[in-house]
């Protein structure tokens, strides 16, 4: 499956942002997606998970409350939902899908086989 980011760019803090993940190439439905974020001098960590039916979701207690996932599956298209947005949250944010029999979410990096190229959020204070 091929993964294609977008969204992020420049906003001030307590803004939002809707980052778009969309996908191509497999059956969107049967994959598990994730978005993960790198920070400039920081590893890449997880932000939040979905189930391929969507109905289970899992975020990062630094982003819970402020982030939603949410997945539109006749759009093959996985978005994130940024509120309230902090400079902290600064970062190249990620999606990342990974084939799954089971309707769960996955947090670790190393689950995910494909990922996307990335899309900078900026948050000035």
């Known amino acids: 499956v091929q993964l294609q980011a977008s969204g992020g760019g420049l906003v001030q803090a307590g803004g939002s942002l809707r980052l778009s993940c969309a996908a191509s190439?497999?059956?969107?439905?049967?994959?598990?997606m994730g978005w993960f974020r790198q920070a400039p001098g920081k590893e890449r960590e997880f932000v939040a998970a979905?189930?391929?039916?969507?109905?289970?979701?899992y975020y990062a207690d630094s982003v819970k409350g402020r982030f939603t996932i949410s997945r539109d599956n006749a759009k093959d298209t996985v978005y994130l939902q940024m509120n309230s947005l902090k400079p902290e949250d600064t970062a190249v944010y990620y999606c990342?899908?990974?084939?799954?029999?089971?309707?769960?979410?996955?947090?670790?990096?190393?689950?995910?086989?494909?990922w996307g190229q990335g899309t900078l959020v900026t948050v000035s204070s």
């Open positions: 990342a899908a990974e084939y799954s029999l089971y309707d769960l979410q996955l947090q670790e990096q190393d689950e995910y086989d494909y």
């Open positions: 190439g497999r059956t969107f439905s049967s994959y598990v």
């Open positions: 979905i189930s391929w039916s969507g109905g289970s979701t």
